[in-house]
């Protein structure tokens, strides 16, 4: 076997076994043999010492093979243990795996027995942490606290997800295109009782109904053309976990019926099936459409719409939560910086503002893509306008003259009703306004004059 250098302690106390472990072991050149003769000076050494792999004897004196087993569990489940005796029974193999053994070996073995059940035993347990951070990885990913924005909408939000995260009920999350409504959905899940089971995500816009159902309940071999062996369908991958339904809005009345069914009995049958398959899932839909309108018009069934929202939760577009933009766009700045490896850390006035005078029509993800094309085109550690998209500089600065202009018309309107009151109180008289005003008499003509003010004497 070759590779890294894995830690492996034999434990028995039989001395004369441990060593002809260890020098069958130590052959492979990849492995560092530790050994221990019983259970008590086994447990001091996984303290001591980073073990990969136990094989450990059941008959021991003290602390027998099960107990240690049992304890070596609690100080650090990852470690993998073979279970060894010269006893074998059904009954004792059975005991061990419960607690958590990866094998049960059966005294006399020959070499080749061991090195097998060794490197399986040690691909296991590399599987398994590769799996374990990948989900440690995906839970940091994901953490509520992650959603970005210190908007009352966005805190809402925060708040909706906190309560409903170790219940089961369905959630129903809507929201225009690009709101983020998966992510909320993965926060959800990994955050919540779930988070160790999988979380499947299927957009039903994005298959037709003749696939739609398969992809969702499997299908047995023979079903239809091209079913050439037995498929196992979302709802069986995401068991005792979460599926994610996005744009249930736009399934067909059959699957609707269909999905009913799954929430009513937890039970359903593959395509061309008439076996019973039960699952424990959690569903979470997503929708961009008004599925009341859509009720209305008989285009989706009123049964199922109570039944996915008994939680709602309602992402607001960008353009109604305007002062997240700024930490949005400073997190993927931060995000694809690092991703591209360039030292680009900041973004100009001028370049947010035009950012904030944008309404965004496609959201979040608009933004993100916009940041992460600026970083690409970026000379300076700076995001300027010009590195901007086309529609944000045109219509942000469509905006941004609207907006002056308007102010430019609030001041004028302003200025016309001070210099009204003024020349009122003065009874029309220049002299007197201009030195109440502070300003020229020249400039009192001609402000008069521009709004059409009756001025009296001099």
Sequence with gaps: MTGPMYTILVVDDDKNICKMIEITLQKEKCYE??????????????????????????????????????????????????????????????????????????????????????????????????VEELRSELRGRYQFDNIIGQSGAIQEVKKAIARVLDSNVTVLITGESGTGKELVARAIHYNGRRKNRPFVAVNCSALPESLLESELFGHEKGAFTGATQRRIGKFEQANGGTIFLDEIGLMSPSTQAKILRVLQEREFERVGGNELVRVDVRIISATNRNLEEAMKKGEFREDLYYRISVFPIHLPPLRERKEDIPLLAAHFLKKYSEQEGKQVDSISPDALELMMAYNWPGNVRELENAIERAVVLATTHEITPKELPASVRALGEKRIYESDQTLSSWIEKLEEQALRQALLECEGNISETARRLGIGRATIYRKAKKYGLPIGKQ
Excluded: W
Excluded at 83 to 98: D, L, N, P
């Design 33 to 130: 043999v530790l050994t221990a003769l019983s259970g008590e000076s086994c447990l001091r050494q996984i303290r001591e010492n980073k073990v990969d792999l136990v094989l450990l004897d059941i008959q021991m004196p003290g602390i027998d093979g099960i107990e240690t087993l049992r304890r070596i569990k609690e100080e650090d489940p990852g470690i993998q243990v073979v279970m060894m005796s010269a006893h074998g029974t059904i009954e004792r193999a059975v005991q061990s795996m419960k607690l958590g053994a990866y094998d049960f070996l059966t005294k006399p073995f020959g070499s080749e027995r061991l090195l097998v059940t060794v490197k399986n035993a040690l691909l296991a347990g590399s599987l398994k942490r590769e």
